[in-house]
């Protein structure tokens, strides 16, 4: 079990410094590798690799000031302003060592929560599936980066390629086109490598990217005193911001980074330091990110809800080893769910010991020319969709859903969300159709019981939130027009 | 344009949808979901058609990686198009070629051997290493 700890972890340090792989394609390309092993050795890898990307992003963010991986990308405004002043170290340490508290801490925490919350998941029946996955749904187009719409639009997307195949009511093809591989349905494999992997790619010229690498020597990598009592209360706040918003549905971890600089800036006695190299606007945002990251595994654990795409593949990977993630897991397979648990305890403090001595080595991957590179991760795709089914109707998928991710960059629209759409489909269509089924047709079911009446209540509110705030940007957009049109005349 | 493309997507796969029973409430059908789901890709898709300065306009978008991504995307799709065909040693030792001299210029002997190299390295890893099933093609290898 530590052997795949620590692979995952080493695999994803390496996938969070290299720019253009994140965590979710790394997780996908490498999904096949683990078909071998049994389910607890596989989840405990990959989760390694997710939760290693996080502390690998933040060294290229920090000495070269490209973001491995998109929750790094607040670590880069302060961490290389503290590279140029010489404390690169220091800020290398920061990174690390918030990093472990606040994984450490997210972990304490997922142990205490998760099973009570499986245990009350138990009384969930289909409408209240229901209702929880439609909360999912909103939540994240809620807490999208993008807009409401247009993250609703990518999840509508997502559930269509999720009603592909065979239906397991009836026994209709549903837009299958005669091709038998169809009649399972869309694989997440093929999808999420082509639009996270094959998608960055395919945006990435290999022109833009510059390879500058500057690695700090061991022994500056210490922080002073005063760097340390700075760091303290960062740490801590992104710790427990980070673990509350990585269990909401969404690009949590980044959200969470984004959030906790937002914080740090707004209690600092010293707001003018951001931007310039402080210590907090590193060692809040690293926290949080990792925090949030050991959140996220909340409702995947408990509930069997993927909360944002990087979920949804490692559920993948529980499902295709035999495990159905929910509920049952903590009860029915407690090897697999406290295996993973112990491993993220360990996982951690490995990367503490890994991260500071090796990031000299780590950064020297990053001389290996982008030209070179990427043939590599496009032949890595090819092999590792391919090996999931042995179908080449899924690399052919691939492809096309790599045209599609560029597509999608390039008018602004966020991917995430398609993903967490068609891994949810067939769970949130069979407990609409079984609620259905039960009520005779009766629609009030959703609003007759308590559980799912008050997820359904929650969803309105935000459904609500989000109306107001959007008139609120019209109104206010229309404001600034007729006063520009004003002083014109 | 976004908008209008989900519209078009949206309308084009309701065409299809035409054998699909949408069933009745007490007892829904194969394409209840697929319909239901594709009358909420038309709303939102009107939505942001009426909401189209959101997004960026076509001429604003930066289109100079595109004939990178074309070139890419052509190589990979020719050697997927022969890979169980020609097999896995041939058809990725050719994308890789491609991919380094072709698309990035590289010189063809460094090409080469940086692509004969990685693939037999990627052959001794998932083939004999990890003994996975990769496509044999017509010479066996």
């Given at each position: 079990?530590?052997?795949?700890?620590?692979?995952?972890?080493?695999?994803g340090?390496?996938?969070?410094?290299?720019?253009?792989?994140?965590?979710?394609a790394?997780?996908?390309?490498?999904?096949?590798?683990?078909?071998?092993?049994?389910?607890?050795?596989?989840?405990?890898?990959?989760?390694?690799?997710?939760?290693?990307?996080?502390?690998?992003?933040?060294?290229?963010s920090?000495?070269?000031?490209?973001?491995?991986?998109?929750?790094?990308?607040?670590?880069?405004?302060?961490?290389?302003a503290?590279?140029?002043?010489?404390?690169?170290?220091?800020?290398?340490?920061?990174?690390?060592?918030?990093?472990?508290?606040?994984?450490?801490?997210g972990?304490?925490?997922?142990?205490?929560?998760?099973?009570?919350?499986?245990?009350?998941?138990?009384?969930?029946?289909?409408?209240e599936?229901?209702?929880?996955?439609?909360?999912?749904?909103?939540?994240?187009?809620?807490?999208?980066?993008?807009?409401?719409?247009?993250?609703?639009?990518?999840?509508?997307?997502?559930?269509?390629?999720?009603?592909?195949?065979?239906?397991?009511?009836?026994?209709?093809?549903?837009?299958?086109?005669?091709?038998?591989?169809?009649?399972?349905?869309?694989?997440?494999?093929?999808?999420?490598?082509?639009?996270?992997?094959?998608g960055?790619?395919?945006?990435?010229?290999?022109?833009?990217?510059?390879?500058?690498?500057?690695?700090?020597?061991?022994?500056?990598?210490?922080?002073?005193?005063?760097?340390?009592?700075?760091?303290?209360?960062?740490?801590?706040?992104?710790?427990?911001?980070?673990?509350?918003?990585?269990?909401?549905?969404?690009?949590?971890?980044?959200?969470?980074?984004?959030?906790?600089?937002?914080?740090?800036?707004?209690?600092?006695?010293?707001?003018?330091?951001?931007?310039?190299?402080?210590?907090?606007?590193?060692?809040?945002?690293?926290?949080?990110?990792?925090?949030?990251?050991?959140?996220?595994?909340?409702p995947?654990?408990?509930?069997?809800?993927?909360?944002?795409?990087?979920?949804?593949?490692?559920?993948?990977?529980?499902?295709?080893?035999?495990?159905?993630?929910?509920?049952?897991?903590?009860?029915?397979?407690?090897?697999?769910?406290?295996?993973?648990?112990?491993?993220?305890?360990?996982?951690?403090?490995?990367?503490?010991?890994?991260?500071?001595?090796?990031?000299?080595?780590?950064?020297?991957?990053?001389?290996?020319?982008?030209?070179?590179?990427?043939?590599?991760?496009?032949?890595?795709?090819i092999?590792?969709?391919?090996?999931v089914?042995?179908?080449?109707?899924?690399?052919?998928?691939?492809?096309?859903?790599?045209?599609?991710?560029?597509?999608?960059?390039?008018?602004?629209?966020?991917?995430?969300?398609?993903?967490?759409?068609?891994?949810?489909?067939?769970?949130?269509?069979?407990?609409?159709?079984?609620?259905?089924?039960?009520?005779?047709?009766?629609?009030?079911?959703?609003f007759?019981?308590?559980?799912?009446?008050?997820?359904?209540?929650?969803?309105?509110?935000?459904?609500?939130?989000?109306?107001?705030?959007?008139?609120?940007k019209?109104?206010?957009?229309?404001?600034?027009?007729?006063?520009?049109?004003?002083?014109?005349? | 344009?976004?908008?209008?493309?989900?519209?078009?997507?949206?309308?084009?796969?309701?065409?299809?949808?035409?054998?699909l029973?949408?069933?009745?409430?007490?007892?829904?059908?194969?394409?209840?979901?697929?319909?239901?789901?594709?009358?909420?890709?038309?709303?939102?898709?009107?939505?942001?058609?009426?909401?189209?300065?959101?997004?960026?306009?076509?001429?604003?978008?930066?289109?100079?990686?595109?004939?990178?991504?074309?070139?890419?995307?052509?190589?990979?799709a020719?050697?997927?198009?022969?890979?169980?065909?020609?097999?896995?040693?041939?058809?990725?030792?050719?994308?890789?070629?491609g991919?380094?001299?072709?698309?990035?210029?590289?010189?063809?002997?460094?090409?080469?051997?940086?692509?004969?190299?990685?693939?037999?390295?990627?052959?001794?890893?998932?083939?004999?290493?990890?003994?996975?099933?990769?496509?044999?093609?017509?010479?066996?290898?």
């Amino acid at each position: 079990m530590l052997f795949y700890a620590f692979l995952g972890c080493i695999v994803g340090t390496l996938v969070g410094i290299l720019p253009g792989i994140g965590p979710l394609a790394g997780i996908s390309i490498l999904l096949p590798v683990t078909f071998g092993l049994d389910a607890t050795k596989a989840i405990i890898m990959l989760a390694g690799i997710y939760y290693g990307s996080q502390y690998g992003g933040s060294t290229t963010s920090i000495l070269m000031r490209i973001p491995g991986e998109a929750a790094s990308v607040m670590t880069c405004i302060d961490g290389y302003a503290m590279a140029q002043k010489g404390r690169a170290g220091a800020a290398l340490s920061i990174a690390a060592v918030g990093s472990f508290v606040a994984g450490t801490f997210g972990v304490v925490m997922l142990t205490l929560v998760a099973p009570p919350l499986a245990g009350l998941a138990l009384r969930f029946g289909p409408p209240e599936y229901t209702a929880l996955l439609v909360l999912g749904l909103v939540l994240l187009a809620y807490m999208s980066s993008t807009s409401l719409v247009r993250t609703m639009l990518m999840a509508a997307v997502g559930l269509l390629l999720g009603c592909i195949g065979i239906d397991v009511m009836s026994g209709h093809f549903r837009y299958s086109f005669d091709i038998k591989e169809l009649g399972d349905g869309i694989g997440i494999v093929p999808v999420a490598v082509g639009l996270f992997g094959l998608g960055e790619i395919l945006s990435t010229p290999s022109a833009t990217v510059t390879q500058k690498v500057v690695s700090p020597r061991l022994r500056e990598l210490l922080p002073n005193a005063s760097e340390w009592r700075l760091s303290a209360l960062p740490i801590a706040r992104g710790s427990v911001l980070g673990f509350f918003v990585g269990i909401v549905p969404g690009s949590a971890h980044i959200i969470a980074s984004f959030l906790s600089y937002a914080v740090e800036k707004r209690v600092s006695r010293t707001p003018e330091a951001f931007g310039h190299g402080a210590v907090a606007g590193v060692a809040g945002p690293e926290s949080a990110n990792n925090s949030a990251s050991t959140g996220a595994f909340v409702p995947m654990l408990a509930l069997g809800l993927p909360t944002g795409p990087v979920t949804a593949v490692l559920m993948a990977a529980l499902l295709i080893h035999g495990i159905p993630p929910g509920p049952q897991l903590v009860s029915e397979h407690p090897d697999v769910f406290w295996g993973f648990i112990a491993s993220m305890y360990v996982g951690n403090l490995m990367l503490l010991a890994l991260n500071l001595p090796l990031v000299g080595l780590f950064v020297s991957v990053l001389r290996i020319p982008y030209a070179y590179l990427y043939p590599l991760i496009v032949m890595f795709c090819i092999i590792g969709v391919y090996e999931v089914s042995h179908a080449i109707v899924d690399v052919w998928i691939m492809l096309i859903m790599g045209a599609v991710g560029y597509l999608l960059r390039k008018f602004d629209f966020d991917p995430a969300p398609l993903v967490l759409g068609l891994v949810i489909a067939p769970t949130f269509e069979l407990s609409l159709r079984q609620s259905l089924v039960m009520s005779g047709g009766d629609w009030l079911i959703f609003f007759q019981r308590p559980i799912a009446v008050t997820l359904l209540a929650l969803c309105a509110g935000l459904l609500v939130l989000a109306a107001v705030a959007l008139l609120r940007k019209d109104w206010r957009g229309r404001l600034a027009r007729a006063q520009a049109s004003g002083e014109e005349a | 344009m976004g908008g209008g493309a989900f519209i078009l997507i949206g309308a084009l796969v309701l065409s299809m949808s035409d054998d699909l029973p949408f069933g009745t409430l007490a007892s829904p059908g194969a394409g209840m979901m697929p319909k239901l789901v594709i009358g909420a890709m038309l709303a939102f898709g009107l939505v942001l058609l009426a909401r189209a300065r959101g997004g960026p306009a076509l001429a604003a978008i930066a289109w100079d990686d595109f004939p990178h991504a074309v070139r890419l995307i052509a190589i990979t799709a020719a050697c997927v198009a022969v890979y169980t065909w020609l097999g896995f040693i041939i058809t990725m030792s050719l994308l890789l070629f491609g991919l380094t001299c072709v698309v990035e210029r590289k010189p063809i002997i460094s090409a080469a051997l940086f692509s004969l190299g990685v693939t037999g390295f990627a052959y001794g890893l998932f083939r004999v290493a990890l003994k996975s099933p990769l496509p044999q093609g017509v010479l066996w290898f």
